[in-house]
């Protein structure tokens, strides 16, 4: 009924009450009450029967049912899956597409149901066949743990015709096995999986009172940082990345994928990467079947470690899951830890254990009590007693009466049933009685009875034997798959490419990537920032876009590193119209996005009159030029950058001259002003830093180099980036000294012998193989000592005595010689082993700095307060303001 024509009144009762009586005595329910109880019906129901798992047993009813029905069915061969989701459906009231779906999920998780026949791939994202072709019956697992009916609690089925269990009694923590994923109605679940021998030896930790971690586990693989896991409680965070690694110089191969994703929507991701130009890559093959294997092709030039990173960055090589772990607890939802989730379900299995043993010792008891009737009815001749009774109450007391002098060891009283079950027994069996079996078997059923009130008695030891016979019978082939490591992060501005190209206008002030008519600058990404100066002296950093108006007279437009230290910024600027000109190097290593910074005191008509960009902080020579006016003798002078202190770009730097100049002019270039940078590597992310995380390397200069060495005998050098990405085969992993020789003892797969070579690095720019290219050759040992000194152990021959250990210094042994010669054979004697000894004491020669470089520690670039002040040429001493200018961070 429509409520138009009700008054205020009435409408606000209609809005208050569950009912409203009119006045031709119709009752009009109202519309929100009967929302509000739909929706709280609805949402329960959704909540508690479909989408959230049980801690019991770790099911949703979907699940617990397609279990049931698969016991029910169960005979030891495969049934079609068809043929079990019909069965189902007398259970489950959602149709046969649920069930199909969830019994398809469940069955590629390879635990509990053994499966026949194509059930999709995982890998790749396809689908199964349809139910009709596929096939499936219990696993021995499932068999083993799931299923238990004399403890399992049933229920009536949603029709009332069948029974079902309300739980089924899982004697393992299946729950977090599995994991689990549903969308509620005001709630969601997502449990990730872990790995099935690290939850076995939680639940054996936690019976034993130890601490324990959980960890997820992918069976994709994957590499995996679970830094923010949080227990898999809100708020946590699990980072996933795909396996990838260098083929060769052009080519990576992906042979692990992160959780949640398939090789198509992986393949995707890259594709759309490379269209939106953040990477760039030649073609894709997806050689993926049992197993991942996808091709990447680069095109020349390529670096293959930046591309990783921008793989990282771009696309879905890796991806960030959020877990909630929601559950069911009492028929109510409840977020718990991973953690608490085993303790219960640990604690339940404990329970269930006990059950089990409680249901066969009374099922033992009852056999032996009938057993010891049985004995005492036909070895005293019992049923004799009954030959004259005419009637079955008769009957029942002429035993009853002949048992009663025999039965006072009984544990429990003779009932009218016992007496019952005596005169069923055939004439045939009393006839054929062996005492002597009977006595055995009570025996047996009193061992069995005693074993069983031992293990109730120590029952955390029969638990924790339990989940080992688990391990032992069922955990072959379940060992981890995802890799647990630490991610370094990566800043997409580092490993973008930049594929646009960008241009400035300097006399009217604008840059962009659509001024292609203009001025090139260099190549930038969209994600870019770009730093630019004027003439006035004003800075501005912006985003890069197709035309931005930054100021006229620009005089310096470059890509702007963020945090960028090394980058030394060289200025000489007068001071308004007719003041003084000063001069100030300084860094920018952060700032605000579109903030104009004025770098001079900010007096009308003042100018830039020099200025220059060091990528590592060179300090060049100028020389300055004056006017002539008035008396002034000396119209030229030599100023050096290098007597300038680096400080923040804020301060007013120092007096080169009171007088009017003419022109300033470069005389001389600079050497870097700045200390080399200490690089680190840091072993857990396999990455250089320069934020003194892992081992030092030691200090470079803009010309020193990285040694690496490789387990297969490769040596190289490199540039230190620290981008570069570093394999699990790294032997050598140092600073790299022209003048130090490596030595290198190797296997000869050809000769069959050891061989003994010393040599230097030839080509720095090529990578080398130095142990040959025979397959049976390997690396034993290398050093690069000055001296290295290695034992070598001789094998026993058969007849002979065994030689005693020899030391060899590599330095006498051989010469040093070409990176291709074979060396000089170790022994013809058999080796046991060669073991690589101190290095003999060798002075090595020190690196003195040029004695005219003053140099500047890059951690003090803007903490040095006193600096030297330029007044017509000569040096003075004066003390500068320290910059109060607040700096920034990008909001990211």
């Given at each position: 009924?429509?409520?138009?024509?009700?008054?205020?009144?009435?409408?606000?009762?209609?809005?208050?009450?569950?009912?409203?009586?009119?006045?031709?005595?119709?009752?009009?329910?109202?519309?929100?009450?009967?929302?509000?109880?739909?929706?709280?019906?609805?949402?329960?129901?959704?909540?508690?029967?479909?989408?959230?798992?049980?801690?019991?047993?770790?099911?949703?009813?979907?699940q617990?049912?397609?279990?049931?029905?698969?016991k029910?069915?169960?005979?030891?061969?495969?049934?079609k899956?068809?043929?079990?989701?019909?069965?189902?459906?007398?259970?489950?009231?959602?149709?046969?597409?649920?069930?199909?779906?969830a019994?398809?999920?469940?069955?590629?998780?390879?635990?509990?149901?053994?499966?026949?026949?194509?059930?999709?791939?995982?890998?790749?994202?396809?689908?199964?066949?349809?139910?009709?072709y596929?096939?499936?019956?219990?696993?021995?697992?499932?068999?083993?743990?799931?299923?238990?009916?004399?403890?399992?609690?049933?229920?009536?089925?949603?029709?009332?015709?069948?029974?079902?269990?309300?739980?089924?009694?899982?004697?393992?923590?299946?729950?977090?096995?599995?994991?689990?994923?549903?969308?509620?109605?005001?709630?969601?679940?997502?449990?990730?999986?872990?790995?099935?021998?690290?939850?076995?030896?939680?639940?054996?930790?936690?019976?034993?009172?130890?601490?324990?971690?959980?960890?997820?586990?992918?069976?994709?693989?994957?590499?995996?940082?679970?830094?923010?896991?949080?227990?898999?409680?809100?708020?946590?965070?699990?980072?996933?990345?795909?396996?990838?690694?260098?083929?060769?110089?052009?080519?990576?191969?992906?042979k692990?994928?992160?959780?949640?994703?398939?090789?198509?929507?992986?393949?995707?991701?890259?594709?759309?990467?490379?269209?939106?130009?953040?990477?760039?890559?030649?073609?894709?093959?997806?050689?993926?079947?049992?197993?991942?294997?996808?091709?990447?092709?680069?095109?020349s030039?390529?670096?293959?470690?930046?591309?990783?990173?921008?793989?990282?960055?771009?696309?879905?090589?890796?991806?960030?899951?959020?877990?909630?772990?929601?559950?069911?607890?009492?028929?109510?939802?409840?977020?718990?830890?991973?953690?608490?989730?085993?303790?219960?379900?640990?604690?339940?299995?404990?329970?269930?254990?006990?059950?089990?043993?409680?249901?066969?010792?009374?099922?033992?008891?009852?056999?032996?009590?009938?057993?010891s009737?049985?004995?005492?009815?036909?070895?005293?001749?019992?049923?004799?007693?009954i030959?004259?009774?005419?009637?079955?109450?008769?009957?029942?007391?002429?035993?009853?009466?002949?048992?009663?002098?025999?039965?006072?060891?009984?544990?429990?009283?003779?009932?009218?049933?016992?007496?019952?079950?005596?005169?069923?027994?055939?004439?045939?069996?009393?006839s054929?009685?062996?005492?002597?079996?009977?006595?055995?078997?009570?025996?047996?059923?009193?061992?069995?009875?005693?074993?069983?009130?031992?293990?109730?008695?120590?029952?955390?030891?029969?638990?924790?034997?339990?989940?080992?016979?688990?391990?032992?019978?069922?955990?072959?082939?379940?060992?981890?798959?995802?890799?647990?490591?630490?991610?370094?992060?990566?800043?997409?501005?580092?490993?973008?490419?930049?594929?646009?190209?960008?241009?400035?206008?300097?006399?009217?002030?604008?840059?962009?990537?659509?001024?292609?008519?203009?001025?090139?600058?260099?190549?930038?990404?969209?994600?870019?920032?770009?730093?630019?100066f004027?003439?006035?002296?004003?800075?501005?950093?912006?985003?890069?876009?197709?035309k931005?108006?930054?100021?006229?007279?620009?005089?310096?437009?470059?890509?702007?590193?963020?945090?960028?230290?090394?980058?030394?910024?060289?200025?000489?600027?007068?001071?308004?119209?007719?003041?003084?000109?000063?001069?100030?190097?300084?860094?920018?290593?952060?700032?605000?996005?579109?903030r104009?910074?004025?770098?001079?005191?900010?007096?009308?008509?003042s100018?830039?009159?020099?200025f220059?960009?060091?990528?590592?902080?060179?300090?060049?020579?100028?020389?300055?030029?004056?006017?002539?006016?008035?008396?002034?003798?000396?119209?030229?002078?030599?100023?050096?950058?290098?007597?300038?202190?680096?400080?923040?770009?804020?301060?007013?730097?120092?007096?080169?001259?009171?007088?009017?100049?003419?022109?300033?002019?470069?005389?001389e270039?600079?050497?870097?002003?700045l200390?080399?940078?200490?690089?680190?590597?840091?072993?857990?992310?396999?990455?250089?830093?320069?934020?003194?995380?892992?081992?030092?390397?030691?200090?470079?200069?803009?010309?020193?180099?990285?040694?690496?060495?490789?387990?297969?005998?490769?040596?190289?050098?490199?540039?230190?980036?620290l981008?570069?990405?570093?394999?699990?085969?790294?032997?050598?992993?140092?600073?790299?000294?022209?003048?130090?020789?490596?030595?290198?003892?190797?296997?000869?797969?050809?000769?069959?012998?050891?061989?003994?070579?010393?040599?230097?690095?030839?080509?720095?720019?090529?990578?080398e193989n130095?142990?040959?290219?025979?397959?049976?050759?390997?690396?034993?040992?290398?050093?690069?000592?000055?001296?290295?000194?290695?034992?070598?152990?001789?094998?026993?021959?058969?007849?002979?005595?065994?030689?005693?250990?020899?030391?060899?210094?590599?330095?006498?042994?051989?010469?040093?010689?070409?990176?291709?010669?074979?060396?000089?054979?170790?022994?013809?004697?058999?080796?046991?082993?060669?073991?690589?000894?101190?290095?003999?004491?060798?002075?090595?020669?020190?690196?003195?700095?040029?004695e005219?470089?003053?140099?500047?520690?890059?951690?003090?670039?803007?903490?040095?307060?006193?600096?030297?002040?330029?007044?017509?040429?000569?040096?003075?001493?004066?003390?500068?303001?320290?910059?109060?200018?607040?700096?920034k961070?990008?909001?990211?």
């Amino acid at each position: 009924m429509e409520n138009e024509n009700l008054d205020d009144h009435q409408e606000e009762q209609f809005g208050q009450n569950e009912e409203l009586n009119l006045e031709n005595n119709e009752v009009l329910t109202k519309v929100t009450g009967m929302y509000k109880d739909w929706f709280l019906d609805y949402a329960s129901y959704v909540i508690l029967e479909r989408a959230v798992p049980s801690l019991e047993d770790g099911f949703k009813p979907v699940q617990r049912r397609i279990m049931h029905s698969m016991k029910d069915l169960d005979d030891g061969r495969y049934n079609k899956v068809a043929n079990i989701v019909g069965h189902t459906m007398q259970y489950h009231p959602h149709g046969d597409a649920s069930i199909g779906d969830a019994m398809v999920q469940m069955g590629q998780k390879d635990l509990l149901i053994d499966t026949q026949g194509n059930w999709g791939n995982i890998l790749t994202g396809d689908g199964s066949a349809a139910a009709r072709y596929i096939e499936a019956r219990l696993s021995k697992f499932a068999l083993d743990v799931v299923y238990n009916p004399k403890i399992t609690e049933w229920q009536l089925s949603y029709d009332g015709r069948k029974k079902e269990p309300v739980n089924l009694p899982v004697m393992f923590p299946l729950l977090l096995a599995q994991g689990a994923e549903g969308i509620a109605v005001g709630l969601s679940t997502k449990i990730l999986p872990h790995n099935f021998i690290e939850l076995i030896d939680a639940s054996i930790k936690h019976l034993q009172g130890k601490k324990f971690k959980l960890h997820p586990d992918f069976v994709t693989g994957g590499i995996a940082d679970i830094t923010n896991y949080n227990d898999g409680m809100r708020g946590g965070r699990v980072r996933v990345r795909a396996k990838i690694s260098q083929l060769d110089k052009t080519t990576l191969v992906i042979k692990e994928i992160p959780f949640s994703t398939n090789t198509s929507t992986l393949i995707d991701s890259i594709l759309k990467a490379n269209d939106k130009g953040k990477i760039k890559i030649k073609k894709i093959e997806d050689n993926t079947s049992s197993e991942v294997e996808i091709l990447i092709h680069l095109p020349s030039g390529m670096s293959p470690d930046k591309t990783i990173d921008a793989l990282y960055a771009f696309t879905n090589c890796e991806v960030s899951i959020s877990p909630l772990s929601c559950i069911i607890i009492d028929n109510k939802p409840a977020f718990l830890g991973v953690s608490e989730i085993l303790r219960r379900s640990t604690d339940h299995t404990l329970s269930l254990l006990k059950s089990d043993l409680e249901v066969k010792l009374e099922e033992f008891q009852e056999q032996w009590h009938f057993a010891s009737l049985e004995r005492i009815f036909i070895e005293k001749r019992i049923y004799r007693d009954i030959e004259e009774e005419e009637t079955w109450e008769g009957v029942i007391k002429a035993i009853d009466e002949g048992l009663k002098p025999h039965i006072t060891h009984l544990k429990r009283p003779v009932t009218e049933e016992d007496i019952v079950r005596l005169t069923e027994i055939r004439i045939k069996r009393i006839s054929k009685f062996d005492l002597e079996k009977a006595e055995q078997k009570i025996e047996a059923l009193e061992g069995e009875i005693a074993k069983i009130k031992h293990h109730l008695d120590h029952l955390v030891d029969y638990a924790v034997s339990y989940f080992t016979r688990l391990k032992k019978e069922y955990g072959a082939g379940k060992e981890r798959k995802t890799e647990l490591r630490l991610f370094d992060d990566i800043e997409a501005t580092k490993v973008v490419i930049r594929n646009t190209k960008l241009f400035v206008n300097r006399k009217e002030g604008f840059v962009g990537t659509a001024l292609k008519k203009d001025e090139y600058v260099t190549d930038c990404s969209d994600i870019d920032d770009v730093i630019c100066f004027t003439a006035e002296g004003k800075m501005i950093v912006t985003r890069v876009d197709a035309k931005t108006f930054i100021g006229k007279d620009i005089i310096h437009v470059a890509i702007f590193k963020k945090k960028d230290r090394r980058t030394i910024y060289n200025m000489i600027y007068k001071d308004g119209k007719s003041g003084a000109s000063y001069i100030k190097r300084f860094a920018v290593t952060s700032v605000t996005r579109d903030r104009e910074y004025d770098l001079t005191q900010g007096k009308k008509g003042s100018e830039v009159l020099y200025f220059s960009a060091n990528p590592n902080g060179e300090a060049e020579v100028v020389m300055v030029y004056l006017r002539q006016v008035g008396s002034i003798k000396k119209l030229k002078f030599e100023v050096d950058f290098a007597d300038m202190a680096i400080k923040g770009r804020a301060v007013k730097g120092n007096i080169v001259t009171k007088y009017s100049v003419k022109k300033i002019e470069l005389k001389e270039e600079g050497v870097s002003t700045l200390k080399p940078r200490r690089i680190w590597f840091d072993d857990t992310v396999r990455r250089l830093n320069v934020d003194e995380r892992g081992d030092l390397l030691g200090e470079f200069k803009g010309e020193d180099r990285l040694l690496i060495i490789t387990q297969n005998g490769i040596a190289k050098t490199i540039k230190p980036e620290l981008t570069t990405r570093f394999d699990e085969d790294i032997i050598v992993l140092e600073k790299w000294a022209p003048k130090k020789p490596i030595s290198a003892i190797y296997w000869e797969g050809e000769k069959e012998k050891f061989y003994v070579k010393r040599f230097f690095i030839e080509n720095e720019e090529k990578e080398e193989n130095f142990i040959g290219e025979h397959s049976k050759s390997y690396l034993e040992i290398v050093s690069t000592d000055y001296l290295p000194v290695v034992e070598v152990v001789y094998g026993k021959i058969r007849g002979k005595d065994q030689k005693p250990n020899d030391l060899v210094e590599l330095e006498e042994f051989i010469s040093i010689k070409g990176i291709k010669a074979l060396g000089n054979q170790l022994t013809a004697e058999k080796v046991k082993q060669i073991n690589l000894m101190d290095p003999k004491p060798f002075i090595e020669p020190e690196e003195t700095a040029p004695e005219d470089m003053e140099v500047i520690g890059e951690e003090n670039v803007e903490s040095q307060n006193s600096t030297p002040n330029f007044s017509e040429g000569k040096l003075q001493r004066e003390t500068t303001k320290p910059d109060d200018t607040q700096i920034k961070l990008f909001d990211e």
